[in-house]
Every structure is written in C-alpha cells, then in structure tokens.
C-alpha cells in the first residue's frame, strides 16, 4: 500500500512538473514576439511618506499583456527572460517608458514625482548600462533626480567590485539607488557603506511578520543599520494601519503597500497624485 502511494505521488509529481514544463515552454515561445509586438505594460505603486501622508514617488512595474492568458505577473515571465536574455530588451522598454511617464505627469501638470525602476542583474552587468541610462533620461528629458533605480542585493553583493564602479558612473549622472528586497539576500555590512545608496527597501516578508517579537526587532535592526549609514528606508507590502503606524513610530520614512495603494495603470492614479501633489 505504501509502494502505491508512493507511485501515486510520483504520478502526481510528474503530471505537475509537466504542466510546469509546458507553460515555461509556452512562456518563452511567446516571450519573443511580446517583445517585438510591444505587448507590455506598466503599473505603478505609490510610495508616500509616513510622517506626512503625501506621494514621494512611484514605482514601475512591468506587466505582460498576452492575447490569451491576459495580464501575466511578473514573477510568471521575468525569471524566464532572465534566463533567455530577452530582459535586457524588456528592461531597456520599461526604462525609458518609466522615465517618459514621469516627464509626462510633469508636463500635464500632475507634479514632479519620482519614478522608481526595477533593474535585473543582467542589465547591470551590462558595460553599456550608465550610457543606456543617461540615454533613456535625455531622450524623455526626466531630471536625473527624480530616476530611482532599484537593484537587489544579490546583483550588488555577486561583484562589489563592478558595483561600485557602475554606481559611482550612476551618482555621477545623478539618479537615486536602492537596495531592494532588503533582508532577504546576504549583504556583508562592511561592504554596504560602500554603495551610493539613497534608500534601502525593507522586504515584504518582515513587514509581514511584524507583531511577533522577533519581527519587530528585524525591522528596527533594518532601520537603525539604514538611518546610520545615512539610507532612506522604504517598507513595502504595507497591507494594515497597524503595520503603517509601528512602521511611523520605527522610524521608517516611507511605506508602500495595498494598504495606500495597489500598483496600477498610470491613468488610474493620476487624481491620486495631484491631490498629493498639491498639498
Ligand atoms: P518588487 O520590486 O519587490 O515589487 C514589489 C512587489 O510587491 C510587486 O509585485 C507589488 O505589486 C507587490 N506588492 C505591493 N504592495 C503589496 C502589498 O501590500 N502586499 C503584497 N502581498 N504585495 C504587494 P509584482 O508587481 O508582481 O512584481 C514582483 C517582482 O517582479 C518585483 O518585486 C520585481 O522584483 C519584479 N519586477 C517587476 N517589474 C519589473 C521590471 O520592470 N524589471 C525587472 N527586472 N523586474 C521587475
Ligand atoms: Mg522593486
Ligand atoms: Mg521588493
Ligand atoms: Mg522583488
């Protein structure tokens, strides 16, 4: 009987793992036109201040509009384009889109807001990536200022070396870095104070695990290591009041999470800006 169920679950097993198969399959196939045919999209989350309650910046996040599966998250094709290279294409489409949407709201009077972009390790490792930048914002005419650049940990810990190299080329032309998923990767403290950093961004899983007693010390851990090497701190996936107002008397500067907002097409959120905006 236990050699049966044992079969069953290999069965079930394999019958999962080829479903996983076919829709990676599917996935990278479809990949490569969606780049050709422009089939993606931008959403956008606010990140407010948690003292003030008013929109610091946005951040882009790229969403795939597929003729047959509809809007395909992230985590379902990035990893797929990491592997294939095609990133680098989808990231130069959501970099320069990102920076022209932020010159947009500026020109139709919005306001002047940050525009936050996810940078994938493959791009960063690309020698031409500070030139694709400095192309991207002179093109759209977004003020460096208001470009924030976000790379993992695990991209800027893999070589400290390049890193800063391609940091400084990047503080030089005068966009803001962050360090995302903060916590969640293996950053060596000595080797952190070294990066032109403007904000770290603490991880999703902390902000959840906050109530327990061991949550609440990594969060203030998190925030005290930031303040002292002169970092802003961002929360994200800020869902409750409560995690929003422990957050505020933490210390932390900004929140970003479903409880403020749900990242969404820039149309949807541009009465939400301008009401920040004019405060
Ligand atoms: P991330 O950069 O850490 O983005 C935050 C993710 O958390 C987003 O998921 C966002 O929708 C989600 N989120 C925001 N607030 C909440 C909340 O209150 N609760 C919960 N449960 N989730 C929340 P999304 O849009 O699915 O993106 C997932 C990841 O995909 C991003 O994580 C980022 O690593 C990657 N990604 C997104 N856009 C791009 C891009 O243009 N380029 C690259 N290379 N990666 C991207
Ligand atoms: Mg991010
Ligand atoms: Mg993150
Ligand atoms: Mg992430």
């Known amino acids: ?128 990536f500070a030139a694709e930048v400095r192309e991207a914002l002179r093109e759209t005419g977004l003020p460096a200022d208001l470009l924030d650049l976000e790379i993992t940990e695990s991209v800027v810990m893999a070589d400290v070396q390049q890193a800063v190299e391609v940091m400084a080329e990047l503080k030089e032309i005068g966009v803001r870095m962050s360090i995302d998923d903060f916590g969640t990767g293996y950053s060596s403290l000595s080797y952190l104070r070294l990066f032109p950093l403007d904000y770290l961004k603490i991880d999703q899983s902390f902000i959840a695990e906050m109530g327990t007693p061991s949550g609440d010390a990594m969060v203030r851990s998190i925030v005290m290591l930031g303040h002292s090497l002169d970092f802003g701190l961002i929360a994200e996936g800020v869902e409750t009041a409560a995690q929003r107002d422990h957050l505020r008397d933490l210390g932390c500067d900004q929140m970003q999470g479903y409880l403020f907002s749900r990242p969404q097409p820039a149309d949807a959120l541009e009465a939400l800006l301008a009401a920040s905006a004019g405060r």
């Open 1 to 128: 009987q236990a050699k049966d169920a044992g079969r069953n679950q290999i069965k079930f097993f394999s019958a999962e793992m080829n479903e996983q198969v076919k829709e990676r399959t599917l996935i990278e196939h479809s990949l490569r036109a969606a780049v050709v045919r422009s089939q993606f999209v931008l959403h956008y989350q606010p990140s407010v201040c948690l003292t003030s309650g008013t929109v610091k910046g946005v951040e882009a996040l790229v969403r795939w509009n597929h003729p047959e599966l509809g809007m395909v998250p992230p985590a379902r094709f990035i990893p797929v384009a990491e592997d294939t290279g095609l990133i680098v294409d989808i990231g130069s489409w959501v970099l320069r889109e990102a920076c022209a949407q932020g010159r947009r709201w500026i020109d139709s009077g919005v306001g002047r807001f940050s525009v936050a972009v996810n940078v994938s390790a493959r791009q960063f490792r690309r020698p031409s």
